[in-house]
């Protein structure tokens, strides 16, 4: 079975995936309608040159704004939502988790109860592998793994995956779910592992590793993911939900000695200079040990397969962010788009410290870098 979808709501549209989902999927539809806060992570100047293009359009809001969300489906003759909108960052949920009640929970009931309305249009839910809680040494998650979130973040994601799956059974509402690992690219924001390393390397600056460092990760380029989200939108069985995986298994401390291998490449820097830059700080509360993903069901039933090797989507993404900290003075991207009511606040927590460092302004001409890697006709 294929969906007709042409005409998409956007959710989290201004943040990390979101940005590059529309980026990927403007050409391929007749409209898509972003919505988003504009919270500290929103970040309008991803898309700054799609700004003016005639099949997009941006609308700053809540997602807990229901007449909001009713008038666009309404107005617009949508086909879909894709709801990335979310507050993201694990260490932002262990200092304060109501934050992320209110946008990852009562925000999609929110679009769930607007959608009661327009039951033809489909909804897909961005969720995360980290429903699933912490493996050991061993094995993996598949779609059947039971929901075992250990943290405020991923907590707050599986209520809002049970939700979906309550408003598809009770009100007969088309939906999908994915649960993808972790994501990395151009344009994540700088409090985030990999870019949070390239920074600090960059500027020299001693860079702190969670406990042993030992914790496993399996990462995905981004751009997969939105491949994976563009397959299940048009292909993906009602009520169904999908694990989307690379199968490329690190350490934190592997993670950062790769970039630093693949950044000494492209800065001369010798590798030992970036080493000496770590330092292992008192672990995060509750720390997830390993994730893995089993992607066999997306790959056999939709045929998607992750593309991007993991050094080659790397070295994109040190391109990206070598210009993207280069120039200090460009013009902050968050600076007129940050309601400080939005902004969680988060400070020491005991003995462990989240360690977030401020926002850097973007360079003119990373953007200008990201946008013809993601769209070769600009
Ligand atoms: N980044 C990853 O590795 C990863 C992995 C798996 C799943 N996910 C999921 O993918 C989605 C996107 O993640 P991301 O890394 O791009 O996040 P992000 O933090 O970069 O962006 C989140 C966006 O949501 C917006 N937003 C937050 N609250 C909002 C609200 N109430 N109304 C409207 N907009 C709001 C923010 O302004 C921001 O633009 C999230 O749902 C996340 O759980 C992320």
């Given at each position: 079975?294929?969906r007709?979808?042409?005409?998409?709501?956007?959710?989290?549209?201004?943040?990390?995936?979101?940005?590059?989902?529309?980026?990927?999927?403007?050409?391929?539809?007749?409209?898509?309608?972003?919505?988003?806060?504009?919270?500290?992570?929103?970040?309008?100047?991803?898309?700054?040159?799609?700004?003016?293009?005639?099949?997009?359009?941006?609308?700053?809001?809540?997602?807990?704004?229901?007449?909001?969300?009713?008038?666009?489906?309404?107005?617009?003759?949508?086909d879909a939502i894709?709801?990335?909108?979310?507050?993201?960052?694990?260490?932002?949920?262990?200092?304060?988790?109501?934050?992320?009640?209110?946008?990852?929970?009562?925000?999609?009931?929110?679009?769930?109860?607007?959608l009661?309305?327009f039951p033809s249009i489909h909804f897909h839910?961005?969720?995360?592998?980290?429903?699933?809680?912490?493996?050991?040494?061993?094995?993996?998650?598949?779609?059947?793994?039971?929901?075992?979130?250990?943290?405020?973040?991923?907590?707050?994601?599986?209520?809002?995956?049970?939700?979906?799956?309550?408003f598809a059974?009770?009100y007969g509402l088309s939906t999908t779910?994915?649960?993808?690992?972790?994501?990395?690219?151009?344009?994540?924001?700088?409090?985030?592992?990999?870019?949070?390393?390239?920074?600090?390397?960059?500027?020299?600056?001693?860079?702190?590793?969670?406990?042993?460092?030992?914790?496993?990760?399996?990462?995905?380029?981004?751009?997969?993911?939105?491949?994976?989200?563009?397959?299940?939108l048009?292909?993906g069985e009602r009520g169904?939900?999908?694990?989307?995986?690379?199968?490329?298994?690190?350490?934190?401390?592997?993670?950062?000695?790769?970039?630093?291998?693949?950044?000494?490449?492209?800065?001369?820097?010798?590798?030992?200079?970036?080493?000496?830059?770590?330092?292992?700080?008192?672990?995060?509360?509750?720390?997830?040990?390993?994730?893995?993903?089993?992607?066999?069901?997306?790959?056999?039933?939709?045929?998607?397969?992750?593309?991007?090797?993991?050094?080659?989507?790397?070295?994109?993404?040190?391109?990206?962010?070598?210009?993207?900290?280069?120039?200090?003075?460009?013009?902050?991207?968050?600076?007129?788009?940050?309601?400080?009511?939005?902004?969680?606040?988060?400070?020491?927590?005991?003995?462990?410290?989240?360690?977030?460092?401020?926002?850097?302004?973007?360079?003119?001409?990373?953007?200008?870098?990201?946008?013809?890697?993601?769209?070769?006709?600009?």
């Open positions: 079975m294929q007709k979808i042409e005409r998409i709501l956007v959710t989290g549209g201004a943040g990390f995936i979101g940005s590059a989902f529309i980026r990927f999927a403007l050409p391929l539809c007749q409209k898509i309608v972003n919505l988003d806060l504009l919270t500290y992570a929103g970040n309008l100047r991803l898309l700054e040159d799609l700004a003016n293009h005639p099949s997009y359009r941006f609308v700053q809001g809540d997602i807990n704004d229901q007449p909001l969300v009713e008038s666009l489906l309404k107005e617009e003759g949508l894709v709801h990335f909108a979310a507050e993201t960052h694990v260490d932002r949920s262990i200092a304060s988790a109501r934050p992320f009640l209110e946008a990852n929970v009562l925000g999609t009931v929110a679009l769930l109860e607007a009661r309305k839910h961005v969720s995360t592998d980290e429903v699933y809680g912490s493996l050991g040494e061993s094995g993996v998650f598949c779609e059947e793994s039971l929901y075992c979130p250990n943290s405020p973040y991923s907590a707050s994601k599986a209520a809002s995956d049970h939700f979906v799956r309550a059974h009770t779910l994915s649960h993808c690992s972790n994501n990395f690219g151009a344009g994540q924001f700088s409090e985030k592992f990999i870019p949070k390393t390239l920074s600090q390397c960059l500027a020299g600056e001693p860079l702190s590793i969670y406990g042993t460092g030992k914790n496993v990760r399996d990462w995905l380029y981004v751009d997969d993911h939105l491949e994976a989200i563009w397959a299940i048009h292909k169904e939900s999908y694990n989307i995986g690379g199968g490329s298994e690190l350490s934190n401390l592997a993670m950062a000695h790769r970039l630093m291998d693949l950044l000494a490449e492209q800065t001369g820097v010798g590798i030992e200079t970036y080493r000496s830059l770590i330092r292992f700080v008192s672990d995060r509360p509750g720390h997830d040990f390993r994730y893995a993903i089993d992607a066999s069901k997306i790959e056999k039933t939709l045929g998607w397969r992750p593309r991007v090797g993991l050094d080659e989507g790397l070295r994109e993404t040190i391109r990206f962010y070598i210009d993207f900290f280069k120039d200090q003075s460009a013009i902050g991207l968050n600076s007129c788009n940050v309601p400080s009511d939005k902004v969680s606040s988060v400070g020491e927590t005991g003995k462990y410290s989240t360690e977030l460092h401020e926002f850097k302004p973007i360079a003119d001409q990373s953007i200008a870098c990201f946008a013809k890697r993601t769209n070769p006709a600009l």
